[in-house]
């Protein structure tokens, strides 16, 4: 009777040795990550195309978009990865970049009209590109959705 109670008090005191820290709210959130205010942007309506990683340059970037009649909307979001304290070798999205915005109009008249923004992290605007920017412009334009199984 006795080894069937040790056996029973065990298994009770690890687990409660085991869950007896309380992890802290900064762990569990990546705040890091959060796109900055600045940069008003409301996701709503927005779908993830596509997601890049770019091993040489240690960045993550996540691309949405929003298709109305007549207008294509893209948004490019980068991020400096940074290793994941929870789990080893993994890397998560760190410190904020920037983020790209792609602006078509595709009007019944037939004329396509660019806009390029682009807010760089530590600029207190977004501000428009002047047009030197059509590397940028061609890149986003040109990624393609990501197929799922």
């Known amino acids: 009777m006795k080894t069937n109670m ?6 009770a005191i690890l687990l409660m040795l085991s ?3 309380k992890p802290d709210s900064d762990q569990s959130l990546n705040i890091k990550a959060a796109v900055p205010k600045a940069f008003s942007w409301n996701p709503e309506g927005f779908r993830v195309i596509n997601t890049a990683f770019n091993r040489k340059a240690h960045t993550t970037s996540t691309l949405y978009g929003k298709y109305l009649p007549g207008k294509e909307t893209r948004i490019l979001l980068t991020w400096q990865q940074e290793e994941d304290s ?5 890397r998560i999205p760190g410190k904020f970049l920037s983020a790209e915005r792609l602006e078509i ?5 037939g004329v ?8 760089q992290e530590g600029n207190s605007a977004v501000y428009k590109s ?20």
Do not use: M, N, V
């Open 130 to 149: 002047a047009g030197t920017d059509k590397e940028r412009i061609q890149y986003i334009s040109t990624l393609q959705p990501a197929i799922t199984p």
């Open 86 to 90: 929870h789990w080893l070798g993994a």
């Open 112 to 119: 396509t009209d660019t806009s390029y923004f682009r807010f």
């Open 19 to 21: 869950c007896r820290t």
């Open 105 to 109: 109009q595709k009007p019944a008249s």
């Open 6 to 11: 040790q056996l029973l008090l065990l298994p």
